[in-house]
């Protein structure tokens, strides 16, 4: 059964992953690839170091392989699975309404209280486990919206 901690592993995951590609592991040699994130623009305004942390590196042998075609061979499976149907949700500034959904009826198929607030925010309230009742709750946040961005090779 999936839970809780599933949902908010499939958020931090499309948070920082933002459901484009995976890589597999490959050899050592690598060439170094800007982040999109990186720009002059930002390397001007943060100075030079700026374009280093702004850089990514990929090894040069490393075919990139569509999230799709690669989810069946990754584990957690239903972890994996999950964050590719979130992946494939359209989600940009202020039209967040089927992601809403999605959230919705996942927390409603675990069967946690699950709500929409009045400015559209989804809270999804799991209770502790037997015995962890006095312990203080864990509270994590992330956004349900996506910039969309075009990536060229991708």
């Known amino acids: 059964m999936k839970s809780l901690k599933m949902i908010f592993v499939t958020l931090a995951l499309a948070a920082?992953?933002?459901?484009a590609c995976?890589?597999?592991?490959?050899a050592t040699t690598s060439a170094p690839v800007a982040s999109p994130?990186?720009?002059a623009d930002t390397e001007a305004a943060a100075g030079p170091s700026a374009s280093s942390a702004l850089t990514t590196t990929i090894p040069s042998t490393t075919t990139l392989v569509p999230l799709k075609d690669a989810v069946a061979t990754m584990d957690p499976q239903d972890v994996w699975q999950n964050f590719y149907e979130l992946t494939q949700i359209p989600r940009?500034?202020?039209h967040e309404e089927q992601v809403r959904d999605f959230?919705?009826?996942?927390?409603?198929?675990l069967g946690l209280e699950t709500i929409v607030d009045d400015v559209g925010n989804v809270l999804i309230r799991k209770p502790a486990a037997p015995?962890?009742?006095n312990l203080e709750g864990v509270i994590l946040q992330?956004?349900?919206d996506m910039v969309p961005q075009k990536w060229s090779g991708f």
């Open 16 to 19: 920082l992953l933002l459901g």
């Open 22 to 26: 995976v890589a597999p592991p490959a």
């Open 37 to 39: 994130a990186a720009s």
């Open 92 to 94: 940009p500034s202020h």
């Open 103 to 109: 959230l919705v009826q996942f927390g409603q198929d």
């Open 131 to 133: 015995g962890l009742e």
């Open 142 to 144: 992330a956004h349900m």
